[in-house]
């Protein structure tokens, strides 16, 4: 699959809002997370599950109606629609899938607000 011409633009800005949210999502599990030995394992497997869930390896069309409302509650989802929607040669336009967009752009903003009021840089110690 090639990326239109025309939809440049709309892949970059998707990877751009994409990898501000994720990372966003990032420092938010750094403050949820306290355990570096439990980070890794932890991360890996509600990863995973949001692959799985969000259509990454397999159709949602497969999925029952309420684990697809589940699934568009979660970024994951968003971003590849958005992506798909810009490498999609059929759609017309600039390639923007604007409502995907917004919805990771939500997770992102609300992750970094909750994140900048709640992380400390020295450790709590627990137990």
Known sequence: MSLPANHLIAAVITVIIGALAFCALGCLVTVVIRSATAAMPLLFGVTLALFFLSGNFFPTDTL??????????????????????????????????????????????????????????TPVRTG
Do not use: C, E, K, Q
Request: proline residues 5%.
């Open 64 to 121: 029952s109606g309420a684990w697809r409302a589940v699934a568009s509650v979660f970024p994951v989802r968003h971003f590849l629609t958005a992506m798909l929607t810009a490498y999609n040669p059929h759609v017309t336009g600039a390639g923007f899938a604007p409502r995907d967009l917004a919805i990771l752009a939500l997770w992102g903003l609300a992750s970094a607000i909750v994140a900048a009021r709640t992380f400390r840089w």
